[in-house]
Nanobody, 127 residues
Framework: QVQLVEPGGGSVQAGGSLRLYCAAT????????MAWFRQAPRKEREFVAT????????YYANSVKGRFAISRDNAKNTVYLQMNSLLPEDTAVYYC????????????????????WGQGTQVTVSS
């Protein structure tokens, strides 16, 4: 069974940058769409970004478009989230997610579309 691990995260001041990564073990993610979600205290888990299996296409939530970039290295079985111009409202636990099933749609953005999740990593942005 594939496990997703997100060892990154951390604290940064507003305007700063962080890079998260999600490493998969126990199997390959190379044929599957991947995504990042986040959950702030007392809020629902929300979609952040997704990337197709080939890495050729990406899709972002409006709140992070132009500031965040999702990428993947299938040879390393790893997905990345580069976060720039961070805002205090970006503070949340960030989760990596994988959809290990056939995918007919171009993008998947609902948490229910993804069946495998990492443990989450805390990102804190101070003003």
């Amino acid at each position: 069974q594939v496990q997703l691990v997100e060892p990154g995260g951390g604290s940064v001041q507003a305007g700063g940058s962080l890079r998260l990564y999600c490493a998969a073990t126990g199997g390959t993610i190379s044929s599957y769409p991947m995504a990042w979600f986040r959950q702030a205290p007392r809020k629902e888990r929300e979609f952040v970004a997704t990337i197709r299996w080939s890495g050729s296409s990406t899709y972002y939530a409006n709140s992070v478009k132009g500031r965040f970039a999702i990428s993947r290295d299938n040879a390393k079985n790893t997905v990345y989230l580069q976060m720039n111009s961070l805002l205090p409202e970006d503070t949340a636990v960030y989760y990596c997610a994988a959809r290990f099933k056939s995918s007919s749609r171009t993008y998947y953005t609902r948490a229910a579309d993804f069946g495998s999740w990492g443990q989450g990593t805390q990102v804190t942005v101070s003003s």
